[in-house]
């Protein structure tokens, strides 16, 4: 009996979304890489066979990945793919896939931050971040790190008030990394999929990537809570509004990315434009990360693009 390539995908992401799940659990192999391959699954699986059977053999998977490890079950195995079923749910309930793709990356933000807070209480600890600064030092010190760096002026006080005034932020930010991982899991599955069936759906072009208005509210209420925490000295308060700032920001740096290609290729525009980018792209990095952080942020407010719907649809 022949099979087509079409019921060949169908069948293959089924067991992905059955097996996957336990033998991650089972071998402790739980990573991004199996996120994005569940994801890839979902929306393979949920293009020929519906949401609701998707949805099914994504639970009975996640059902099967308890067996092997029982009440550790939820650390060791991620929610990611569950941002897919979320997306394509949004989409069945018509919201455009501008809003389809906000609500998903807030859910995957949220749902890959929320098990590292429990980490960065536990690292921020005094007695823990000395241990943790020590540590390093000594690393330092046995890999001949300590000694490259004293050659060109860094003794071991400078490290550890280095490592003093660094560390404590990098755990501050850990929810915002994993948040930004997961973001860019979802991402890269859809964009994988949507080009590996371009031919049998329209496809967004990257100059045209938008996301709606309200989105600004999350750099909003981030800034809010990170000004707010600092001046009443609520710690918790001000972390959780400089990851919300980081992970926007990420976000942002894309929006603003595609807002500036699209009007570099505009034919109005002075090829002139597009040469001073690059010159200062190369020379002055950092302003002009920031400058396309500031661009996207202020594209989702006065959509500078002027997308009609059904362009950014891809209808058009």
Not at 197 to 206: D, G
Not at 258 to 266: D, E, G, K, N, Q
Not at 267 to 289: D, E, Q, S, T, W
């Amino acid at each position: 009996m022949y099979m087509s390539d079409r019921n060949a995908l169908q069948y293959a992401s089924r067991i992905i979304l059955v097996l996957v799940p336990f033998f991650s659990s089972l071998f402790s192999t739980w990573s991004w890489i199996v996120e994005m391959l569940l994801l890839f699954a979902i929306f393979v699986h949920a293009q020929g066979s519906g949401l609701r059977l998707t949805r099914i053999l994504l639970f009975a998977g996640y059902l099967a990945a308890i067996v092997p490890v029982g009440g550790d079950f939820l650390g060791r195995v991620g929610f990611a793919p569950w941002a897919g079923i979320l997306y394509i749910e949004l989409k069945d309930r018509r919201f455009n896939t501008s809003q389809s793709m906000f609500w998903s990356l807030v859910f995957i933000a949220l749902i890959s931050a929320l098990p590292v807070i429990q980490v960065v209480q536990a690292a921020l600890q005094p007695k823990v971040l000395q241990d943790t600064i020590r540590q390093v030092i000594d690393y330092s010190q046995q890999q001949d790190i300590l000694a490259t760096l004293e050659k060109q002026g860094m003794t071991s006080s400078d490290l550890e008030g280095f490592l003093n005034s660094t560390l404590p932020v990098y755990y501050q930010l850990l929810p915002a990394i994993a948040g930004i991982i997961g973001m860019l899991e979802f991402g890269f599955s859809y964009f994988i999929f949507r080009y590996g069936f371009k031919n049998e759906q329209s496809i967004t072009p990257f100059l045209l990537w938008h996301l709606p208005w309200y989105a600004v509210w999350v750099a909003i209420i981030g800034l809010a809570a990170y000004l707010g925490g600092d001046y009443l000295g609520k710690g918790a308060i001000e972390i959780t509004g400089l990851n919300l700032i980081v992970m926007m920001a990420a976000i942002c740096f894309i929006l603003g990315f595609s807002c500036t290609a699209f009007f570099v290729r505009h034919p109005k525009m002075p090829r002139l434009l597009a040469i001073v980018l690059i010159f200062a792209g190369v020379f002055f990095p950092f302003f002009v990360l920031l400058g396309l952080v500031i661009i996207g942020l202020f594209d989702l407010v006065f959509d500078f693009r002027r997308i009609p719907e059904k362009i950014e649809e891809g209808k058009q």
